[in-house]
């Protein structure tokens, strides 16, 4: 699209540098800037950033449950004083007092397999019992063991995560990424609710000195004659009327700088000035780019992949704790007792352990039943929703690369009515003062004027949105030709 060249364009540049305001103490940012100090400071990327810390120590925490694991839990000390049921050798029961100390410790190294669910660890055992009423002291450990245990026909959650956890974590990634974009989106609207306050101020503050020429003219021509006291009344009014809106685009001027240093997070007191952005956005956008690297690209794309599989490990879940659950462990290793600490690891005997335990569902009157056909169900609500909603996301972004190319167009059309207004107004203007057009039209041309200048602002703000928000349904940068990423 080719920049344009109008005489309104070029009131509206000049206008933005408001009375009373010296370039030493305004700060003049561009649309760019505005959006680069959003994403810099405000809260809102603040907030990006550490909820992209957050999910990152959530992938860590997930990454670790793959790693050995070393654990020392224990008992030390385990000192006791109190009273116990003792058997006689008659048979009969006497509570006797006991007072011992039973320590502790256990170390043991785990590493969980993922494919089979199971677990081999290996670990080495101390206990040291003393018995202070008897005056005696016994030492039990396991120098070394190693085993095995392994879960069957049982729900494997290793598994599942390693295939929906790094779906999680690129999800939140592009979150993140989305995040920014979203930042860009909602700097651009603050930026351009300021400049609208800007040029509305300008158009006042240009409307009120063109009154009050006009109606210095009409003093002159009322006291020759040539107009009528209501046609003086007339102005008096616009000139009332004008002042009001000076006063007006001044507050909503001030509203609007509040909200823009808010949300970017610009902490100077100086005054602010906007530069008009661009006419022209030089990129090529086509729909099947914008939705290939949508899908490409997009959280919501990752997240339909994710729902699929967590609903299919639901299914998997409910199949799993409806059937036979068991555990078989085997464990090989050497243990020993003493009276004294070394004579532990002197020749130690042999240990073996082999055992499978189980829990069969007999009669649960349907349970296990239901709640296998309830994933069932919602696999299927799932699958349905998910189809759903990349059905809407194709749509939306097939409509928003056709307001794209129709606010490029729409802007062309808005930038020559804006001129056509502008030279009409001053024609109209020239033509009262010389007594050739009613006040009736020279209001009118005013308005016409004034709402040609906004309407092109407003242009502007339409094309720029649908640029920003192409690039957060893609996250493409059309410009550079490349994927958006952020450190």
Known sequence: MKRI??????????????????????????????????????????????????????????????????????RLPAYSKTYQEIMQPNGTIDFQPVRNNNSSLNLSLEQSIAKTGGTIFGTTQLQRFDDFDRKNTLYNGVPYALGYSQPLFMFNSLKWDKRIEPLKYNESRQEYIESMELIAIKASGYFFDLLLAQVNLQIAETNFNNTTNILRIANEKFELGKVSHNEILQLQLELLKSKK?????????????????????????????????????????????????????????????RKVIEAKRDVAKARGDNSLNATLTARLGFSNSALNLPAVYRSPKDQQLFQLVFDIPILDWGRSRSRLKTAEANQKFVQYAVEQDQQIFRQEIFTQVTLFDMMQDQLILTAQADSIATEKYQIARERYVLGHLSITDLSIAFQEKDQAKRDYVFALRDLWGAYYQLRYLSLYDFEKNEKINYK
Not at 47 to 70: D, G, H
Not at 263 to 291: F, H, M, R
């Open 5 to 74: 060249n109008y005489i309104g364009i070029a009131l509206l540049l000049s206008g933005t540098r408001l009375a009373g305001q010296s370039a030493a103490d305004t700060l003049r940012f561009n649309l760019t800037d505005v959006v680069a100090m959003a994403k810099n400071q405000s809260i809102a990327a603040r907030q990006a950033v550490t909820l992209k810390e957050n999910k990152y120590w959530q992938w860590r925490t997930y990454q670790s449950n793959y790693k050995p694991q070393l654990v020392l839990d224990g």
């Open 245 to 305: 809106s000076v006063a007006s685009a001044k507050r909503d001027r001030e509203i609007a700088v509040l909200n823009l240093r808010s949300y970017t997070g610009l902490q100077s007191d100086e005054k602010i000035a906007l530069e008009l952005p661009g006419s022209s956005i030089n990129i090529k956008v086509s729909a099947d780019k914008v939705l290939t690297e949508a899908f490409a690209n997009r959280s919501d794309a990752i997240a339909f992949q």
